[in-house]
């Protein structure tokens, strides 16, 4: 097809449950992927591939099917992208919209990093002037030991993967660490058990709880001067109805990051995309 490039559309592959998401195919190019949960990532998944993230165009693509089948679209699940938003809003009148739940709790587990990543180059700084003052006066340097060996800079290096788990799935040896970390970082202990507050939002099992827990978890930021969460709570606020959604049937995007996954899996396997039209012929086989 002439316009294969630039979009391909199979209206039979439409289902009351979508997902949307955008992926590489090679050199940065992106395209959006609409695909069905029916499908469960085999024949039939695929409902349309549109070149690029403008709302705009995916508006135009997607005009193309049928009302009918347009209204047959009850739910979409989608990232936090405002374009995919309003396109999905234009175009299935009939459709809620469900925000993904790993992409909100990415959010607050980012800032908990950010928090990570500020106090180890803060720890990095010390090291520096200890090391000059030692020069000025002509001594050696002697870093400060934590009491397992490490200094407080390796510390907050290795704790990356701790400090994003919840401390049931700890080890014994992560567990001591952890209470190292959080007795010489009090704040980013603080911080840690707002993530995990915010986490455990999603244990909800009824949309009204959930929402009266996701505002009193804003306000309590606020409130304690959290600033690294104001990014988050803020996001959260404006999308909240979205984020809601969720508690109705809990619905993800786990289905289009799985197909996600398969793209970029093809797109390693033979080294890159330089064919786009073959590649995206061989995905049309695969899944539509």
């Excluded at 998401?21 to 591939?49: H, I």
């Excluded at 989608?78 to 990415?106: G, Y």
């Excluded at 919840?166 to 959080?182: G, I, R, S, V």
């Excluded at 915010?198 to 929402?211: C, L, S």
Aim: charged fraction near 25%; proline fraction near 2%.
């Amino acid at each position: 097809m002439t316009h294969c490039e630039d979009y391909l559309l199979f209206p039979n592959n439409i289902g009351t449950h979508l997902s949307i998401d955008e992926v590489s195919l090679s050199k940065g190019e992106l395209y959006t992927f609409v695909t069905n949960k029916n499908g469960k990532g085999k024949q039939g998944t695929l409902v349309a591939s549109i070149k690029g993230t403008l709302s705009k165009d995916i508006v135009d693509v997607l005009m193309k099917l049928s009302v009918d089948k347009r209204l047959q679209v009850q739910e979409v699940t989608l990232d936090m992208a405002r374009n995919m938003e309003s396109a999905v809003k234009q175009v299935f009148t009939n459709a809620s919209l469900v925000t993904d739940r790993f992409h909100v709790i990415k959010l607050a587990m980012e800032a908990l990093q950010h928090i990570r990543v500020s106090l180890r180059w803060e720890e990095l700084d010390k090291e520096n002037e200890a090391i000059k003052q030692a020069k000025v006066q002509q001594k050696k340097y002697e870093p400060t030991l934590l009491e397992n060996g490490e200094t407080p800079k390796q510390l907050l290096a290795r704790c990356k993967y701790i400090v994003a788990k919840k401390p049931n799935d700890w080890t014994e040896n992560q567990t001591q660490k952890a209470n190292l970390l959080f007795k010489h970082f009090p704040q980013l202990q603080t911080a840690y058990y707002h993530s995990l507050d915010f986490r455990n939002i999603y244990e909800n099992t009824q949309k009204t709880t959930a929402k009266i827990a996701f505002e009193k978890w804003i306000e309590k930021i606020h409130t304690e001067g959290m600033n690294h969460f104001f990014t988050v709570a803020n996001t959260v606020k404006y999308n909240l109805d979205n984020i809601l959604n969720f508690f109705d049937y809990r619905s993800t995007n786990a289905n289009a990051e799985s197909f996600n996954s398969k793209i970029k899996l093809f797109r390693a396997n033979q080294r890159g995309v330089t064919d786009t039209k073959f590649f995206l012929f061989r995905l049309q086989k695969l899944f539509a």
